[in-house]
C-alpha cells in the first residue's frame, strides 16, 4: 500500500513541476509574441496579467496542500487572509487598468496562463499515460 501512496506523490509532484514550468513557458512566450505583434502596452498588461495567474495558482495549491490530509491545521488567520487575495487581486487590476495604462485585454487574457497550463498538463498525461 505504501509504494502506491509513493508514486501517487510522485506522479502528483512531477505534474506539478511540469504545470509551473508551463506557465513560465507561456508567460515568457505570451509577452514575446504580443509585444512582437500588437505593442508593449499590450504585453505589459499580458504579462501582468500572466503574473496574477500564476501567484493565484500558487496560492491555491497552497491552500490545497494546507488542507490535506496528514498537514497541521491551517491557523484561523488562515480564514481571513484567503478572501483577502481576491482584494489584492481586484486592487491590483484597478491599478493595471487606472495607473499604467496597459491593454486590459491583454491582461485578460494573461490571466488563463495557468488554465493553459493546467491544459497543457493534461494533454501531456493523456499522451504518455502509462497504465
Sequence with gaps: MSESIDRDEVFYHNALRRIYVHIVWLSVAGFALTAWQLGWPWAVGFFLGATVSALNFRWLHGLVDALSPGKPKPKKSFAILLPLRYA???AAGYVIVK???VNVMAALVGLFVAVAAVLL???YELIYART
Design 88 to 90: 489584492l487581486f481586484l
Design 121 to 123: 498538463e493534461m494533454i
Design 99 to 101: 495607473y499604467l495604462r
